[in-house]
């Protein structure tokens, strides 16, 4: 079992900056594969960026040049950093986990607005 807890989430306006982190549990978090992905009402839950255990990394094409997802093996985190956003970013942003299943955190909010 993999626990996640994220922190970061706020309020900031358009062309703003956040910085999401992911802390998961467990003493391999450098096999996970690690991502994001974010949820606004009435839609489904979709990919925002993925890391691999080995370090490769893709994003949904609306964040590409905007966001960078990252990991730091030895703190068992995973971090998103997201710059120059927009109203349309504002979600529930969740952490994510694979290994041998999938893990997911409890969710953090961002809202982007002036």
């Known amino acids: 079992q993999v626990q996640l807890v994220e922190s970061g989430g706020g309020l900031v306006q358009p062309g703003g900056s956040l910085r999401l982190s992911c802390a998961a549990s467990?003493?391999?978090?450098?096999?996970?594969?690690m991502g994001w992905y974010r949820q606004t009402p009435g839609k489904q839950r979709e990919l925002v960026a993925r890391i691999t255990s080995g370090g490769n990394t893709n994003y949904a094409d609306s964040v590409k040049g905007r966001f960078t997802i990252s990991r730091d093996n030895a703190k068992n985190t995973v971090h998103l950093q997201m710059n120059s956003l927009k109203p349309e970013d504002t979600a529930v942003y969740y952490c994510?986990?694979?290994?041998?299943?999938?893990?997911w955190g409890q969710g953090t909010q961002v809202t982007v607005s002036s």
């Open positions: 994510y986990a694979n290994y041998r299943g999938d893990y």
């Open positions: 467990g003493t391999i978090f450098r096999l996970y594969a």
